[in-house]
């Protein structure tokens, strides 16, 4: 079913709603992420952008949740329930190392937190369409969450990189333009 917003311009309002909650409750489980990861990276060299990294997701989400409320899409609490039990039950992963962390833990939540980056981003952009056609969302605000996201993934593009070589070997260097995308 086709539905139009007050505006006349975002059609399909029920199946925008589900996809902005899909990615507001991603948003809760990105910084239970990183919030764990930073637990772990206390005093290294991941510490200070790890820190940049969970403010940036909570202004984020802050961004996603005034975009539902310009267009007056609900937040759906059991979603980001679900997201942030999720997150916890990740801990429990099969890792090689019953009582302690794994190296490989590292390795794996520095890939999935680059991977989640880059589809925050395909969110924001999906955003960014609507709002060239729908005044009521902050244009200039999805402009400026795009680019945060693009820096974020270098960041963690050549962090990945480092923690693989660290964990299994081999000279990192920085993600060339391949790995990237």
Not at 53 to 74: I, K
Not at 134 to 139: G, Y
Not at 150 to 178: I, M, T, Y
């Amino acid at each position: 079913m086709s539905e139009s917003s007050a505006a006349g311009a975002v059609r399909n309002h029920d199946l925008l709603g589900i996809y902005c909650n899909d990615h507001l409750a991603a948003a809760t489980g990105g910084i239970e992420l990183v919030s764990r990861m930073l637990g772990e990276h206390r005093n290294t060299q991941y510490e200070a952008k790890l820190e940049q990294l969970l403010d940036e997701l909570r202004e984020e989400r802050a961004g996603v949740r005034s975009s539902m409320a310009a267009l007056a899409l609900p937040v759906r609490q059991y979603k980001q329930v679900g997201a942030w039990v999720g997150e916890k039950l990740s801990r429990a992963k099969l890792n090689g190392h019953v009582l302690s962390r794994s190296p490989l833990s590292d390795l794996v939540e520095f890939e999935f937190i680059a991977t989640a980056v880059l589809a925050k981003r395909a969110g924001f952009e999906t955003l960014r369409e609507i709002a060239a056609v729908d005044t009521r969302l902050d244009a200039e605000l999805l402009d400026r969450l795009i680019a945060q996201a693009d820096k974020q993934h270098a960041w963690l593009a050549d962090a990945r990189r480092e923690v693989a070589a660290r964990v299994f070997g081999g000279h990192p260097g920085p993600a060339d333009a391949a790995a990237d995308s």
